[in-house]
């Protein structure tokens, strides 16, 4: 990390980053570890929870624009989090937590069942090469343990600019029983909640095509 991000993370991090209680790895979060996010954020509201939310560009101008709701952004990469800590404090964020953990074990330990009323996977690691294909986060594993946490009738927005992961995350969430599309045709219309990112435009300068998917928790039985 820069000075400045080392900084940040000393000052600032008491008032944002959330404790994970560790597993065995670094950035693992150890099963019973659960938080409640009345506890947490000091009230009862909406959670939006945004899974690898890198310098978090997205999740602050949604914080900044959503008061009435509490968001949670959870990276593995300090110096993103340092970047984002730096940038809810300029804009005078604090509805907006953050945590430092593996994604899957925040939503299976971490969070509550039924505690996420949105959750984000906007331009994960797409990992394109044919031999790194298997570390994608969207799997019907991930699909399982993203409908634990998010509550009846919550919703789950994904973005991509690979073609061919936008065409497995939605193999993968079709087949999912506890998810239902929320879109008709072949892609979801652009997220308007999704602010334009430097990353994004990236993609589209390249010729890369945007696409969306969102599903809808089917109510539990």
């Known amino acids: 990390m820069t000075d400045g991000q080392e900084r940040a993370w000393t000052d600032l991090a008491p008032r944002y ?37 890198g ?12 008061p009435d709701d509490d968001f949670l952004a959870v990276e593995v990469f300090t110096a993103g989090l340092a970047r984002t800590m730096l940038d809810a404090e300029k804009a005078a964020v604090r509805n907006l937590r953050l945590v430092e953990a593996n994604a899957p074990e925040v939503l299976e330990h971490l969070l509550p069942p039924g505690s ?20 994608r986060l969207v799997t019907p594993e991930f ?3 993203a409908a634990r946490a998010v509550t009846d009738g919550g919703v789950l927005r994904l973005a991509t600019d690979w073609e061919q992961y936008a065409r497995q995350m939605r193999e993968v969430l079709d087949a999912a029983p506890e998810f239902a599309r929320a879109f008709e045709g072949e892609w979801s219309e652009r997220f308007a909640g999704r602010v334009l990112t430097a990353f994004e435009r990236k993609g589209t300068r390249a010729g890369r095509e945007i696409r969306d998917l969102a599903y809808i928790r089917r109510v539990r039985e």
Not at 55 to 66: D, E, L, N, V, W
């Open 17 to 53: 980053v959330l404790h994970a209680p560790r597993d065995e790895a670094a950035t693992s979060v150890r099963p019973g570890a659960a938080i409640d996010p009345r506890e947490v954020w000091g009230r009862d509201a909406a959670l939006i929870v945004e899974v690898g939310s």
């Open 116 to 135: 996420v009323d949105e959750l984000w996977i906007f331009f994960p690691d797409p990992w394109h090469k044919n031999k790194h294909n298997k570390r």
């Open 143 to 145: 699909a399982a343990i």
């Open 55 to 66: 310098q978090g560009h997205a999740i602050i101008h949604a914080a900044s624009s959503r």
